[in-house]
């Protein structure tokens, strides 16, 4: 449900859908897979939902590309 009304999956941790804290379980899904005791069988259908195992990775990634394209727009990277 969160990801059809939202556009992707990068649920806040404190958030709660239909009574479940769906947030929190994601990030307990995300430790796991840092820590490597995340079942295979658990981790492809949650990456073929688009889960980001490292949100401020990804993020990082997608800003910096973004200021990539101010700079080649603007001729500098001097964000307003």
């Known amino acids: ?15 709660m859908e239909d009574g479940v804290k769906l947030g929190r379980w994601l990030n307990q899904q995300r430790q796991r897979k840092k820590k490597g005791t995340l079942d295979k069988s658990i981790e492809q259908p949650l990456e073929d939902l688009g889960v980001a195992w490292n949100f401020y990775s990804e993020l990082w990634e997608k800003n910096y590309l973004l200021l990539i394209k101010f700079r080649k727009r603007e001729g500098h990277p001097n964000v307003p």
Do not use: Y
């Not at 939202?6 to 649920?11: A, D, K, R, S, T």
């Open 1 to 15: 449900k969160f990801q059809q009304r939202e556009g992707h999956v990068n649920v806040p941790t404190t958030h």
